[in-house]
Each structure stands twice: as structure tokens, then as C-alpha cells.
């Protein structure tokens, strides 16, 4: 494992963590308010495990990558593409926003409705899955986005009461320390002994994924699959979306962090 690094030098990206070497390569997307040190429990596995490289970047507008002017799920591939390399063979386990995103990033790579077939990347998207993508939306959910990403940053007395919000934003509360070492990327200092989520507020406001839209411009094959006790997707809802779908029993929303192994075997599940 290296962190601090682990892909190419993409102007605005931080890639905490990754390794490994050749192909093909793994990127893993973590959900909205994360950040890429989300997969720390992944690495050893990952090391052991999988055959190419790997990379866990930040998400544009979270941990330590630059915000973005307007964010949409193509503006978030679009700022992540810069990772892969031509000739590239990638594979894309994205949790929540990053599934979404996974999906869009895979429409660039087919010159779908991001790539629009003109001037392809060189790299090739060979699968994706979408682990507990939320893909069904009320006006009142999507109206509490919106005033969420209209906020102004908030700041905190102590590092403490920051890691708090950041776990809760995140949905991580229960399953990581506020002293877990993962927690450090989502919170900044200010050096007057204040702390601030490293999030920029207003990618809560990236709205619902059209999921008919990024599923039409994928070629490669597409799993999704859900925690069978996350709240926010239900089985029925991704039947009507994927051909291929599964649900992992016993496991909550962030069920890559609850059990790596189990999701990890979503990699070598036949789609």
C-alpha cells in the first residue's frame, strides 16, 4: 500500500491512498461527505488480492481535492478521469455518489452521454459496481440536499466535535473512531485551534442521478448492489434498473466498511 499517492499526478485530485502495479485497475469511489481513506480497511486485502493497480482517490470537493464550479455527476467523472491512463482497463466500485459517479465515469470512457463518442480517453471502463446507490428520490429528500449545499461552512471549537459532524455527514458514526486515523482527510484546521469538515458544503447540492441515463451510456457490465438492511435503496428498486443486482445480507449502508471482504467478493461475482 502507499498513501499520500497511489495513481498519477492529477492537478486538483489527492489520491490517499492505492498500490499495486499493471492491470487492471481499480478505482474505488467513496459516498458523499467521505473521503478516499474510507478504504483504508481494504488495503492489506487489496495488496493480497488484486491482480493490478489501485487507487482510492477523493472525491472533487471532498478531503483534500479542489472544489468544483457547479457539481453533476459528469463534472465529478469528468474531474477524476485524469487518473487513468491510455490503455488503462478499469474497473469502478463507487459507494452511494461514488456508484453514480462510477457510472458516469464509464459513459466518458464509452463515449456515451459524457463522451458523446468524440475524442475517447484511451482508457477503457470493463465493469462497474454500485454498492447501496440511492436511486429513488422524494422533493422533500432532494430540498434538504439543497439547503444543505446552500449553507455556509460551519466551524468547530475542537477537533473533536468536527470528527463528530464528519462521521455523521458521512453516515460513518458507529462504524469508525472519531480518533480513526480515516477521519483525519475529512477535517481541516484552521490553525487557530478550529476545525471545519473538509467538504465543500455545496456538492450536497449535485441532486438525484439519472440512473436511465448513466445505465444507457455504459457498455460494460453493471452490478448493483445494496446493504440488505440499507435504508436508503430497496431490492425492488434496483431490479427495475439492472440486470444484474445483489444484496449482501446482514450489511448496512456502508457495507464496504462493515465487512471488505464480502464486497470485495462482489469483484469476482459473474454479472
Do not use: C
Not at 493497480?53 to 464550479?69: F, I, K, M, V
Not at 471502463?125 to 429528500?141: H, Q, S
Not at 462521521?167 to 478550529?194: C, F
Request: aromatic fraction near 6%.
Amino acid at each position: 500500500m502507499t498513501t499520500g499517492g497511489g495513481g498519477p499526478a492529477t492537478p486538483g485530485v489527492r489520491v490517499g491512498l492505492g498500490g499495486g502495479a499493471g492491470q487492471p485497475v481499480l478505482l474505488l469511489l467513496h459516498g458523499m461527505g467521505a473521503t478516499g481513506d474510507v478504504w483504508r480497511g481494504w488495503a492489506e486485502l487489496l495488496d493480497d488480492r488484486w491482480p493490478g493497480r489501485w487507487l482510492a482517490p477523493d472525491l472533487p470537493g471532498h478531503g483534500g481535492s479542489t472544489p468544483l464550479d457547479r457539481y453533476s455527476f459528469d463534472s465529478f467523472a469528468a474531474g477524476l478521469a485524469g487518473l487513468l491512463h491510455p490503455g488503462d482497463r478499469v474497473v469502478v466500485l463507487g459507494h452511494s455518489l461514488g456508484g453514480a459517479v462510477g457510472l458516469a465515469l464509464a459513459g466518458r470512457g464509452a463515449g456515451g452521454a459524457v463522451g458523446n463518442g468524440a475524442d475517447l480517453p484511451g482508457w477503457s471502463v470493463e465493469r462497474v459496481i454500485g454498492l447501496g446507490v440511492k436511486v429513488g428520490w422524494t422533493p422533500d429528500e432532494l430540498a434538504k440536499t439543497d439547503a444543505l449545499a446552500a449553507r455556509p461552512v460551519v466551524w468547530y471549537d475542537s477537533r473533536a466535535e468536527a470528527a463528530q459532524r464528519y462521521l455523521r455527514v458521512s453516515g460513518l458514526t458507529g462504524l469508525l473512531e472519531p480518533d480513526d486515523p480515516a477521519v483525519d482527510a475529512g477535517i481541516v484546521p484552521d490553525g487557530d485551534g478550529r476545525w471545519r469538515l473538509a467538504m465543500d458544503p455545496r456538492a450536497f447540492g449535485v441532486g438525484a442521478p439519472e440512473m436511465a441515463r448513466l445505465l444507457a451510456a455504459v457498455a460494460a457490465p453493471v452490478l448493483l448492489a445494496r446493504g440488505e438492511q440499507d435504508p436508503m435503496v430497496a431490492d425492488a428498486e434496483l431490479a427495475r434498473l439492472a440486470r444484474s443486482t445483489h444484496t449482501l445480507p446482514g450489511l448496512g449502508h456502508n457495507a464496504h466498511v462493515e465487512n471488505p471482504v464480502a464486497v470485495l467478493a462482489l469483484l469476482e461475482r459473474p454479472v
